[in-house]
């Protein structure tokens, strides 16, 4: 079965950190770009980072920069994003999904894990 499963979600406080994995089945993980994106209480979806299939980062959004990193191991089929630094403004959903080499468009998402930063 073709599916993307985020876990490491959780309450922490603001300055703490969180890693966010991202587990593939069912599919060739190494074909697709990786995107991790969020959306927070009555915002849009955003697309926060990305990572290329040769492991480099291709996107890093202005409000994350410096804070949050995104990896993956093509091995065991995962996706990671780690978050440091983290502000009551990260809260939210956050999303894992497969893409295109370009991040765009998106092809395959996860279901989402709730990320909550107490002030």
């Known amino acids: 079965e073709v599916q993307l499963v985020e876990s490491g979600g959780g309450l922490v406080q603001a300055g703490g950190s969180l890693r966010l994995s991202c587990a593939a089945s069912?599919?060739?993980?190494?074909?697709?770009?990786v995107g991790w994106f969020r959306q927070a209480p009555g915002k849009e979806r955003e697309a926060i980072l990305c990572?290329?299939?040769?492991?480099?980062?291709?996107y890093i959004a202005d409000s994350v920069k410096g804070r949050f990193t995104i990896s993956r191991d093509n091995a065991k089929k995962s996706g990671y994003l780690q978050m440091n630094s983290l502000k009551p403004e990260d809260t939210g959903i956050y999303y894992c999904?497969?893409?295109?080499?370009?991040?765009?468009?998106?092809?395959?998402w996860g279901q989402g894990t709730q990320v909550t930063v107490s002030s």
């Open positions: 999904a497969t893409a295109v080499a370009s991040c765009d468009p998106v092809l395959r």
């Open positions: 990572i290329t299939t040769t492991d480099s980062s291709a």
């Open positions: 069912g599919f060739t993980f190494d074909d697709y770009a």
